[in-house]
């Protein structure tokens, strides 16, 4: 006659499976949830700490098979999951999280030109198509771009409490200079009004409930980054760069600039990295080639990916309709994606960093 299972039993063969991403097993991760045992039947959730897990599958099967193989099991049911976690409760500065926003990322780059905005829309889309809730502030004050890119026209309207309520398009919340200040107005402020607009547009807008809030940033290395350092906790940085030598350079110094805030840099992506000719598929490297990677490894940030030269992704920015949206599964697409999903795993990693759980370096 076999032992009746036991709770403790069940969370020891789980410990023998592990999260790829973050490198523990999931016991030890907090992934196991709502774990019942009766009359032999084992049920649980395991609740991942990112949407869309290229390990989805592959951990549900292990933790299914690990269980079954316990004598007395007479049944395995697991359900999968997610919840991402916040990198900004913990701020070692002290500054006051964001209500309703769990992290906060700026996308930045040290010079204009090489479509930051651009990189910050797509990676805003994928994000959220992959189940998040994802918002945008356009930071770039001077350039709010971002309502064209979204194909958004809009005035901000307030709630009953005075707060600001967000446009939103394709599943993305947005605040933007633009709804402000009109399409063609320009904006010509000194920086204490730089830094109020932003406490604005993180303080009294009313976000609910979001995974991921991306900040298009200015190019190069301004007030704005400062006021945003200084105004919330940041939860890091995805510096946006091309081939290019005398981009990289820019670069280079727009990642000591986030470094100096003490703002993580997430993660590096090359822009425009090369062309494909769509008759003879023939690669032609037009600024270069692997400039972006080579810094990512000289300066140790993570390597987000390459996005290539690609017409479709200039007309989509023009007509409000991004690559993510009008293109689903393109290359230029899927590069997209695969960037966001590598900046959803470090933000994942630095979450639990932040709790003081060690973890393995991801290869």
């Known amino acids: 006659m076999n032992p009746p299972v036991s709770e403790a039993g069940v969370l020891e063969v789980l410990r023998t499976i592990r999260d790829p991403d973050l490198g523990r097993d ?23 700490a990112l949407h869309g897990s290229a390990w989805k599958e592959q951990i549900r099967e292990q933790a299914r098979q690990a269980v079954a193989a316990l004598p007395g099991v007479s049944g395995v049911a697991v359900e999968m999951t997610a919840q991402v976690r916040s990198t900004t409760s913990a701020d070692p500065a002290g500054k006051a999280p964001v209500p309703g926003v769990r992290n906060i ?18 990676l805003a889309i994928a994000l959220s ?44 919340q947005l605040v933007s200079m633009a709804f402000m200040a009109g399409d063609d107005a320009p904006v010509i402020w000194r920086g204490p009004m730089l830094h109020s607009v932003i406490q604005q547009f993180f303080r009294e807008v009313r976000w609910e409930n979001i995974d991921y809030l991306i900040v298009d940033m200015p190019p190069g290395t301004g007030d704005i980054a400062l006021s945003l350092s200084q105004t919330v906790p940041v939860s890091g940085s995805v510096v946006v760069t091309t081939p290019q030598i ?13 470094q100096k805030l003490n703002v993580t840099p997430l993660g590096l992506v090359e822009n425009m990295s090369h062309f494909v000719c769509p008759d003879c598929r023939h690669e032609s490297d037009i600024f270069g080639k692997g400039g972006g990677e080579a810094l990512a490894t000289e300066m140790s940030v993570p390597f987000l990916g390459r996005v290539p030269i690609y017409e479709p992704i200039r007309i989509g920015g023009d007509v409000g309709v991004p690559i993510t949206i009008g293109e689903r599964g393109s290359p230029a697409s899927e590069a997209f994606h695969a960037a966001a999903r590598q900046l959803a795993v470090q933000l994942a990693i630095a979450s639990y960093r932040k709790t003081a759980i060690p973890l393995m370096p991801v290869r």
């Open 246 to 258: 005398v981009s990289v350079a820019d670069t280079r110094r727009a990642v000591r600039m986030y």
């Open 105 to 122: 990322i700026a996308v930045g780059a040290g010079k204009g030109g090489v479509g930051k905005t651009t990189v910050a829309v797509n």
């Open 26 to 48: 999931i016991v030890g991760l907090k992934f196991i949830k709502n774990l019942k045992i009766e009359a032999g039947h084992v049920s649980f959730t395991i609740e991942l």
């Open 129 to 172: 198509q992959m189940g998040n809730r994802v918002a945008m502030v356009d930071g770039d004050v001077y350039g709010p771009n971002v309502p064209l890119m979204l194909g958004i026209k809009a005035q901000l309207s307030g709630d009953e409490s005075g707060k600001i309520i967000p446009a939103e398009q394709y599943g993305i």
